[in-house]
């Protein structure tokens, strides 16, 4: 008996599904391929063709922030922008002077603030989407910068004086 059929007949047994087992109906499903999609992988010809291209590294969002979540900075100057084309407003901006040495616009989060040229602020990552060129926020409540004033809705515009415990005068 030659080696390669008696290598065949000691795997028949492997090969071959029994009778005696029962198979289920999601085995047999699971060999037919159930997409249309194209098969993920590269034949040789497109390889050989042309080779594969490395994938191109993503741009950071926040490139003066690289790898810290937060950065101090001094404010430059302080100034408005109006936001791109469907939009219409005065955005807050600010020019700032990072700690590293660079210095980047940063948006202005909240209704009404106290920065002012020579404050010192805490910066974080995160574009304005309608303000080109901006891409850092600035944080409420740390350092200079106040946080955001919370209102009573409930005696908003109704002329009720309010006490500084919040009960009324």
């Excluded at 289920?24 to 291209?53: D, E, G, I, M, Y």
């Excluded at 700032?96 to 660079?102: F, K, Q």
């Excluded at 910068?145 to 009324?168: A, F, H, M, N």
Aim: aromatic share 2%; with cysteine; proline share 10%.
């Amino acid at each position: 008996m030659p080696p390669s059929s008696l290598h065949s007949s000691l795997l028949r047994p492997f090969l071959r599904p029994s009778p005696l087992i029962k198979t289920p109906l999601s085995t047999s499903l699971t060999n037919r391929l159930l997409t249309t999609t194209p098969h993920p992988h590269a034949t040789l010809n497109q390889v050989l063709r042309s080779p594969r291209q490395p994938q191109r590294a993503r741009h950071p969002v926040s490139p003066a922030l690289v790898n810290r979540p937060h950065m101090k900075a001094v404010c430059l100057r302080v100034s408005t922008m109006k936001p791109k084309k469907p939009n219409s407003a005065e955005r807050k901006v600010c020019k700032v002077r990072l700690s590293s040495g660079r210095s980047v616009d940063c948006y202005i989060p909240g209704e009404g603030h106290n920065v002012q040229q020579h404050s010192v602020v805490l910066v974080r990552g995160g574009r304005s989407q309608d303000c080109p060129g901006v891409r850092y926020h600035l944080v409420r409540g740390a350092m200079d910068l106040s946080e955001i004033e919370v209102w009573d809705e409930e005696t908003e515009g109704r002329g009720i004086e309010r006490d500084r415990d919040g009960g009324r005068v």
